[in-house]
């Protein structure tokens, strides 16, 4: 990946708008190194900030547009730009405060746990916010429907890597009572078939144990605890998305949309004579379709059981 850092000849900021994602002077290039299929990021987030513009409780993620990076004459394939996810993407008031996971799963403090992307209020006052909530003591401060549509689209895409800290943001917005915590996701490759393989300390492709498996964030039983429903609720609002939104045929729409850009263009075959397959070619487009109608059975059958 790279950080871009638009300047002036003055080295002042520059703010250009680039690929239709709006101006900005900060960019992201993710290359999207461990999807083969340069595809799932594009499909996650653009169904994402769908449900995004149904709801008030989900921010939009930074979705991105294809490019091909050249550095000195020297070709480095296909990346996606993107806007960094900041106060000025999601258009933040002065009270609220965003944090982004950054820590480990062995995280032992609040302040290597997250980082403090935005906030009015001096540091320790701005973690103690969270304190408890990283503790595991204090699940109220969730809203509870963002922590759904977080969990429920995890479960769909099995985003195993969004389910601690990193991956993550968390938008901390004042309603009445105080303040309730938003999740965010981001980086998103590690999903529909891909895994961390604990034998060999990498990342694999494997489709059963991607369809197959059960993908919460960390603090669902906490927060089950609270809401001893929470199974149930979940249930419905699975089902509710099946109807209008987690549609096999969306998916295939933007799956298609998408690929038509990387084939009409030659990106993915230059791509892959300069960089090779991440995976031997399991990481193909096929098992990316199979894997999802897999992975929508899979959730459809566990949700079944929950509904009353």
Not at 229 to 246: K, P
């Amino acid at each position: 990946p790279f950080k871009v850092d638009l300047k002036k000849a003055s080295g002042d900021n520059r703010n250009l708008s680039l690929l239709g994602l709006g101006e900005e002077d900060d960019w992201i290039l993710n290359p999207m190194n461990l999807d083969d299929t340069k595809l799932k990021e594009k499909l996650f987030s653009r169904l994402w900030n769908k449900r995004a513009e149904q709801v008030s409780w989900n921010e939009k993620m930074s979705e991105g547009q294809y490019m091909e990076v050249v550095i000195n004459q020297d070709y480095w394939g296909i990346y996606q730009l993107q806007r960094r996810i900041d106060d000025k993407f999601l258009n933040l008031s002065s009270t609220d405060i965003l944090l982004k996971g950054y820590g480990n799963r062995d995280a032992v403090t609040v302040q290597t746990a997250y980082e403090i992307v935005h906030s009015r209020l001096p540091e320790e006052e701005t973690y103690e916010l969270v304190q408890d909530f990283f503790a595991g003591t204090d699940m109220d401060i969730l809203n509870l429907d963002s922590f759904l549509d977080v969990n429920l689209f995890m479960q769909w895409a099995s985003a195993a890597d969004n389910d601690y800290f990193k991956n993550m943001f968390y938008l901390l917005r004042e309603d009445g009572s105080g303040y309730r915590m938003h999740m965010l996701p981001w980086d998103t490759d590690m999903s529909w078939g891909t895994v961390w393989n604990d034998e060999s300390g990498g990342f694999s492709y494997d489709f059963e144990a991607s369809t197959q498996k059960l993908t919460l964030r960390k603090e669902y039983d906490l927060v089950k605890q609270a809401h001893p429903d929470l199974d149930s609720q979940m249930a419905r609002r699975w089902f509710e998305l099946r109807e209008n939104l987690l549609t096999l045929e969306n998916m295939t729409a933007v799956l298609q949309q998408e690929q038509a850009i990387l084939d009409a263009s030659g990106a993915q075959m230059r791509d892959r004579e300069k960089w090779g397959l991440f995976y031997q070619g399991e990481d193909s487009l096929e098992n990316l379709y199979k894997s999802i109608e897999a992975r929508l059975e899979w959730v459809d059958g566990y949700y079944s059981q929950y509904l009353q």
